[in-house]
Protein backbone atom coordinates (compact mmCIF):
# COMPACT_ATOMS: atom_id res chain seq x y z
CA UNK A 1 0.00 0.00 0.00
CA UNK A 2 2.53 2.78 0.86
CA UNK A 3 5.47 1.84 -2.02
CA UNK A 4 2.14 2.31 -4.24
CA UNK A 5 1.91 5.51 -2.77
CA UNK A 6 5.34 6.60 -4.20
CA UNK A 7 4.34 8.01 -7.66
CA UNK A 8 1.97 9.99 -5.79
CA UNK A 9 4.97 11.92 -4.87
CA UNK A 10 6.33 12.25 -8.38
CA UNK A 11 3.14 13.06 -9.63
CA UNK A 12 2.39 15.79 -7.37
CA UNK A 13 5.56 17.01 -7.89
CA UNK A 14 5.29 17.28 -11.90
CA UNK A 15 1.63 18.64 -10.94
CA UNK A 16 3.31 21.40 -9.02
CA UNK A 17 5.90 22.65 -11.71
CA UNK A 18 3.55 21.91 -14.82
CA UNK A 19 0.80 24.55 -12.77
CA UNK A 20 3.65 26.86 -11.63
CA UNK A 21 5.63 27.14 -14.94
CA UNK A 22 9.50 26.69 -16.25
CA UNK A 23 11.30 28.03 -13.54
CA UNK A 24 9.85 25.96 -10.73
CA UNK A 25 10.77 23.37 -13.13
CA UNK A 26 14.01 24.26 -13.00
CA UNK A 27 13.98 24.63 -9.30
CA UNK A 28 13.10 21.29 -8.87
CA UNK A 29 16.00 19.80 -11.47
CA UNK A 30 18.42 22.35 -9.17
CA UNK A 31 16.90 20.41 -5.98
CA UNK A 32 17.64 17.09 -7.34
CA UNK A 33 21.03 18.11 -8.70
CA UNK A 34 21.55 19.42 -4.67
CA UNK A 35 19.69 16.86 -2.32
CA UNK A 36 21.99 16.58 0.92
CA UNK A 37 23.99 13.88 1.54
CA UNK A 38 21.62 12.25 3.75
CA UNK A 39 23.24 8.95 3.64
CA UNK A 40 26.57 10.38 5.67
CA UNK A 41 24.01 11.37 8.64
CA UNK A 42 23.67 6.99 8.83
CA UNK A 43 27.41 7.26 11.02
CA UNK A 44 27.76 11.16 11.44
CA UNK A 45 26.60 13.67 13.63
CA UNK A 46 25.19 17.10 12.06
CA UNK A 47 27.15 19.74 13.53
CA UNK A 48 24.51 22.30 13.39
CA UNK A 49 21.04 22.41 11.71
CA UNK A 50 19.55 24.76 9.52
CA UNK A 51 17.06 25.97 12.14
CA UNK A 52 19.91 26.05 15.12
CA UNK A 53 21.53 28.39 12.69
CA UNK A 54 18.17 30.45 12.01
CA UNK A 55 17.67 31.06 15.24
CA UNK A 56 21.35 31.63 16.30
CA UNK A 57 20.64 34.79 13.85
CA UNK A 58 17.52 35.85 15.29
CA UNK A 59 19.15 35.72 18.56
CA UNK A 60 22.02 38.26 17.71
CA UNK A 61 20.16 40.16 16.05
CA UNK A 62 17.93 40.94 18.72
CA UNK A 63 20.99 41.11 21.37
CA UNK A 64 20.43 38.16 23.15
CA UNK A 65 22.70 35.41 23.87
CA UNK A 66 23.57 32.77 20.57
CA UNK A 67 24.99 30.17 21.88
CA UNK A 68 22.32 26.47 21.54
CA UNK A 69 22.14 24.61 24.43
CA UNK A 70 23.08 21.49 22.51
CA UNK A 71 24.42 18.44 23.72
CA UNK A 72 23.77 14.92 21.61
CA UNK A 73 23.11 11.44 22.94
CA UNK A 74 22.71 8.37 21.05
CA UNK A 75 19.15 6.15 21.40
CA UNK A 76 20.42 4.25 24.16
CA UNK A 77 20.95 7.24 26.85
CA UNK A 78 17.11 8.32 26.27
CA UNK A 79 14.32 7.18 27.92
CA UNK A 80 11.61 4.61 26.44
CA UNK A 81 9.08 7.09 27.47
CA UNK A 82 10.14 9.74 25.36
CA UNK A 83 10.40 7.66 22.32
CA UNK A 84 7.19 6.66 23.07
CA UNK A 85 5.36 9.79 23.93
CA UNK A 86 6.62 11.58 20.87
CA UNK A 87 5.60 9.27 18.35
CA UNK A 88 2.85 8.98 19.95
CA UNK A 89 2.21 13.01 20.13
CA UNK A 90 3.68 13.90 16.56
CA UNK A 91 4.09 10.74 14.59
CA UNK A 92 1.28 7.49 15.64
CA UNK A 93 2.16 5.77 12.11
CA UNK A 94 5.93 6.37 12.64
CA UNK A 95 6.87 3.02 11.99
CA UNK A 96 4.38 2.03 9.59
CA UNK A 97 4.53 4.71 6.84
CA UNK A 98 7.83 5.24 4.53
CA UNK A 99 8.04 9.26 5.43
CA UNK A 100 4.56 10.40 4.71
CA UNK A 101 1.11 10.21 6.50
CA UNK A 102 -1.08 10.43 3.69
CA UNK A 103 -4.59 10.81 5.43
CA UNK A 104 -2.73 13.22 7.81
CA UNK A 105 -1.91 15.46 4.63
CA UNK A 106 -5.05 15.05 3.34
CA UNK A 107 -7.01 16.35 6.41
CA UNK A 108 -4.24 18.71 6.53
CA UNK A 109 -4.99 19.89 2.67
CA UNK A 110 -8.77 20.15 3.60
CA UNK A 111 -8.05 22.50 6.35
CA UNK A 112 -5.78 24.61 4.16
CA UNK A 113 -8.35 25.13 1.44
CA UNK A 114 -11.27 25.50 3.83
CA UNK A 115 -9.69 28.57 6.24
CA UNK A 116 -7.73 29.87 2.40
CA UNK A 117 -4.24 29.54 3.47
CA UNK A 118 -1.42 27.05 4.03
CA UNK A 119 -1.87 26.44 8.27
CA UNK A 120 -1.00 23.46 9.04
CA UNK A 121 1.22 20.86 7.44
CA UNK A 122 0.23 16.92 8.64
CA UNK A 123 3.77 16.43 9.07
CA UNK A 124 5.80 13.27 9.89
CA UNK A 125 8.91 12.75 11.94
CA UNK A 126 10.52 12.13 9.07
CA UNK A 127 9.10 15.70 7.29
CA UNK A 128 9.93 17.34 11.02
CA UNK A 129 13.87 16.15 10.90
CA UNK A 130 14.56 17.37 6.97
CA UNK A 131 12.80 20.62 7.74
CA UNK A 132 15.35 21.17 10.89
CA UNK A 133 18.20 20.01 9.22
CA UNK A 134 17.88 21.21 6.30
CA UNK A 135 15.24 24.43 5.50
CA UNK A 136 13.48 27.21 6.46
CA UNK A 137 9.91 27.45 8.01
CA UNK A 138 8.47 29.24 4.98
CA UNK A 139 4.94 27.62 4.98
CA UNK A 140 4.97 27.65 1.00
CA UNK A 141 4.23 24.54 -1.36
CA UNK A 142 7.80 25.27 -2.94
CA UNK A 143 9.10 24.94 0.37
CA UNK A 144 7.04 21.37 0.91
CA UNK A 145 7.95 20.17 -2.15
CA UNK A 146 11.52 20.45 -0.93
CA UNK A 147 10.99 19.30 1.73
CA UNK A 148 9.52 16.14 0.21
CA UNK A 149 12.45 15.25 -1.63
CA UNK A 150 14.74 15.27 1.33
CA UNK A 151 11.91 13.36 3.28
CA UNK A 152 11.86 10.49 0.86
CA UNK A 153 15.81 10.80 0.92
CA UNK A 154 16.06 10.66 4.66
CA UNK A 155 13.56 7.45 4.63
CA UNK A 156 15.20 5.56 1.88
CA UNK A 157 18.89 6.23 3.37
CA UNK A 158 18.22 5.68 7.13
CA UNK A 159 16.79 3.23 9.15
CA UNK A 160 13.90 4.13 11.43
CA UNK A 161 16.03 4.02 14.71
CA UNK A 162 18.53 6.32 13.14
CA UNK A 163 15.68 8.88 12.06
CA UNK A 164 14.20 9.05 15.45
CA UNK A 165 17.60 9.11 16.95
CA UNK A 166 18.04 12.20 14.86
CA UNK A 167 15.12 13.84 15.57
CA UNK A 168 15.23 13.73 19.38
CA UNK A 169 18.61 15.43 19.28
CA UNK A 170 17.86 18.40 16.90
CA UNK A 171 14.30 19.18 17.31
CA UNK A 172 13.68 22.63 19.35
CA UNK A 173 12.29 22.05 23.15
CA UNK A 174 12.98 26.02 24.37
CA UNK A 175 14.70 28.82 24.11
CA UNK A 176 17.91 27.89 22.61
CA UNK A 177 17.20 24.25 23.51
CA UNK A 178 17.76 21.51 21.07
CA UNK A 179 17.75 17.72 21.64
CA UNK A 180 16.53 15.87 24.39
CA UNK A 181 19.04 16.00 26.83
CA UNK A 182 19.27 19.46 26.81
CA UNK A 183 15.28 19.94 27.23
CA UNK A 184 15.81 17.50 29.86
CA UNK A 185 18.50 18.97 31.65
CA UNK A 186 16.69 22.70 30.80
CA UNK A 187 13.08 21.85 32.05
CA UNK A 188 13.83 19.15 34.86
CA UNK A 189 17.03 19.11 35.75
CA UNK A 190 18.12 15.76 35.33
CA UNK A 191 19.27 13.65 31.99
CA UNK A 192 17.20 12.04 29.03
CA UNK A 193 17.34 8.82 30.10
CA UNK A 194 16.01 9.61 33.75
CA UNK A 195 12.68 11.23 32.53
CA UNK A 196 9.60 9.80 34.17
CA UNK A 197 6.44 9.00 31.52
CA UNK A 198 4.99 12.38 32.91
CA UNK A 199 7.94 14.47 32.14
CA UNK A 200 8.26 12.72 29.05
CA UNK A 201 4.70 13.38 28.11
CA UNK A 202 4.56 17.20 28.76
CA UNK A 203 7.90 17.71 26.70
CA UNK A 204 6.06 15.99 23.71
CA UNK A 205 3.42 18.09 24.32
CA UNK A 206 5.81 21.39 24.11
CA UNK A 207 6.70 20.24 20.63
CA UNK A 208 4.47 22.35 18.35
CA UNK A 209 5.32 25.86 20.61
CA UNK A 210 8.41 24.85 22.17
CA UNK A 211 9.29 28.86 22.83
CA UNK A 212 6.09 29.73 23.98
CA UNK A 213 5.73 27.34 26.99
CA UNK A 214 9.65 27.56 28.03
CA UNK A 215 10.50 27.25 30.75
CA UNK A 216 8.68 24.65 32.13
CA UNK A 217 7.08 23.67 34.87
CA UNK A 218 6.56 27.65 35.32
CA UNK A 219 4.58 27.93 31.98
CA UNK A 220 2.10 24.77 32.73
CA UNK A 221 -1.10 25.42 31.95
CA UNK A 222 -4.40 23.70 31.90
CA UNK A 223 -4.29 23.01 27.71
CA UNK A 224 -1.06 21.79 28.48
CA UNK A 225 -1.95 19.51 30.99
CA UNK A 226 -4.95 18.13 29.23
CA UNK A 227 -1.83 17.63 26.36
CA UNK A 228 -0.21 16.37 28.82
CA UNK A 229 -2.32 13.43 29.94
CA UNK A 230 -4.04 12.47 26.33
CA UNK A 231 -0.63 11.44 25.92
CA UNK A 232 -0.16 9.62 28.38
CA UNK A 233 -3.01 8.01 27.57
CA UNK A 234 -1.83 7.19 23.91
CA UNK A 235 1.59 5.68 25.75
CA UNK A 236 -0.95 3.38 27.36
CA UNK A 237 0.20 4.86 30.31
CA UNK A 238 -2.24 5.65 33.97
CA UNK A 239 -0.24 8.59 33.94
CA UNK A 240 1.18 7.26 37.88
CA UNK A 241 3.15 4.15 36.65
CA UNK A 242 6.76 4.62 35.37
CA UNK A 243 6.64 1.28 33.68
CA UNK A 244 7.38 1.40 29.85
CA UNK A 245 4.97 -1.21 29.06
CA UNK A 246 2.15 -0.09 26.79
CA UNK A 247 -1.69 -1.39 27.36
CA UNK A 248 -2.68 -1.34 23.58
CA UNK A 249 1.04 -2.34 22.02
CA UNK A 250 1.28 0.52 19.73
CA UNK A 251 0.73 4.28 20.45
CA UNK A 252 -2.15 6.00 19.23
CA UNK A 253 -2.80 9.62 17.25
Same mark, same amino acid.
Given at each position: ?7 ? %?? /? #? ?6 ? %? #? ?8 ? +?? !?? %? ?5 ? !? ?9 ? &????? &? ?7 ? @? ?29 ? &???? +? ?6 ? *?????? #????? #????? *? ?25 ? @? ?10 ? &? ?14 ? @? !? ?8 ? !? ?5 ? @? ?41 ? =??? =????? =?? /??
Amino acid at each position: MMKSMRPL %LV /R #GLVALILL %L #GLPTAGLALY +WL !AT %LPDVAGL !AATNPSSTALI &ETRTR &EASAGGRPS @EPNWTWVPLSRISPHVQRAVIAAEDASFYSH &EGFD +WSSLWGAA *TRNWEV #GRFRR #GGSTI *TQQLAKNLYLSSDKTLLRKAHEALITH @EIERRLSKRRIL &ELYLNVVEWGRGVYGI @E !AAAQHHFGKS !ALDLTPQ @EAALLAAILPSPRRYDPLPQRLTPYLTLRQQQILRWMGENGAT =KTT =KSVNG =KP /RR
